[in-house]
């Protein structure tokens, strides 16, 4: 009985945990707004221009996966040699600053090749018979493989998102 209990005060603090959060996305999108309207761009009707709205963060609502803002900090990641496949690259060697936007869309970019490569070597790993295969579970599998895919490519040393920063950067 003492388990039932325990798991009714998990989906009760689970769901004050929700509830926080969407009030404090609604504090925030309400200061934008306020912001806004306070700018001198605003015209007269109250409307707001798009060159008004910033966006911080660009993930999505209910999102909680890692992403790679942040990843790179110090003053040698901003002339950093290239380094895994684009060390290789023919031509002269270029520079990359790991701190700019660029690279930070461009691992993403290299994330989604890595999860592609994951997600096919998932498919020839064979489950036991004796293991359920819920939606939870399948959702909660998916959830970690993002998660790994994430750390691998900050981690591996592909240098896919160094290709593509060199070459949209040109």
């Not at 992403?67 to 023919?90: I, L």
């Not at 520079?95 to 869309?105: A, F, G, R, W």
């Amino acid at each position: 009985m003492t388990g039932i209990t325990g798991l009714g005060n998990l989906t009760q603090t689970n769901t004050m945990m929700n509830h926080t959060m969407q009030r404090e996305e609604s504090n925030r999108f309400d200061a934008l707004v306020k912001a806004a309207r306070s700018s001198s761009k605003a015209d007269t009707n109250g409307t707001v221009s798009s060159e008004q709205v910033s966006v911080r963060d660009t993930r999505l609502n209910g999102e909680f996966t890692s992403d790679y803002s942040g990843t790179y900090k110090s003053e040698a990641d901003k002339a950093a040699k290239p380094s895994g496949f684009a060390a290789n690259a023919k031509g002269q060697q270029k520079t990359i600053d790991k701190t700019s936007k660029l690279y930070e869309k461009s691992l993403e970019l290299e994330s989604f090749f890595v999860k592609m490569m994951v997600d096919s070597m998932r498919k020839t790993v064979t489950k036991s018979n004796q293991s359920e295969n819920s939606f939870a579970q399948k959702m909660y599998e998916d959830m970690l493989y993002d998660e790994y895919t994430t750390v691998l490519t900050k981690n591996s040393g592909f240098g896919i998102a160094d290709s593509i920063y060199l070459e949209l950067s040109r």
